[in-house]
């Protein structure tokens, strides 16, 4: 895996698709996840995913937005030859900004997941990230049982492996 940049402090880059918004969205973490010392990029054309007015407040919170010049939207292309069933063309955008930020891909698509790894690029899901927003203090076992119950209420897609096994943790 390619080594990460640090932007000191302990802060890190990531870089998000829409799913990961939605799921917050529905487990009413968007807030939330802004405590944590880390920075968000969103490209631009994936933050259109995300509904008005959701995509401004996101903004407003710290979510960067990002427009990818011409030279990254050729690769994007290019990824849509090399992955042609999944993900699809608008993810493949955050996985082409998180190759050329050096950053974290944090995605709740599986195949985007996989992409990255075939490139090379560390990334992590929607129960990683609410296990490290758990571990650094950004929410309660409480709040992370309410908001599982929430995203599985929204119809989200949640590994369920995972999902039972966190419940387990949080909402005893």
């Not at 990531?14 to 939605?22: A, E, K, Q």
């Not at 969205?25 to 968007?30: A, C, E, N, P, S």
Request: glycine share 6%.
């Amino acid at each position: 895996m390619k080594k990460l940049r640090h932007m000191g402090s302990g802060w890190l880059r990531y870089v998000t698709d829409s799913s990961l918004w939605i799921y917050l969205l529905h487990g009413d973490l968007v807030e939330k996840v802004f405590l944590l010392p880390w920075e968000f990029i969103v490209p631009d054309v994936v933050l259109v995913e995300v509904q008005w007015p959701w995509s401004w407040k996101l903004v407003t919170l710290g979510l960067k937005e990002r427009e990818l010049p011409s030279q990254m939207v050729i690769r994007v292309e290019e990824m849509v030859k090399k992955y042609p069933r999944h993900p699809g063309r608008i993810d493949l955008f955050a996985l082409v900004l998180a190759i050329e930020e050096e950053a974290i891909l944090l995605t709740g698509d599986k195949a985007l997941r996989k992409a990255a790894i075939q490139e090379d690029i560390e990334a992590h899901g929607i129960l990683w990230l609410l296990d490290e927003m758990v571990k650094r203090g950004a929410i309660s076992k409480a709040e992370g049982c309410r908001s599982l119950k929430l995203m599985d209420a929204g119809n989200q897609r949640l590994p369920r492996n995972g999902f039972k096994t966190r419940l387990e943790d949080w909402c005893h």
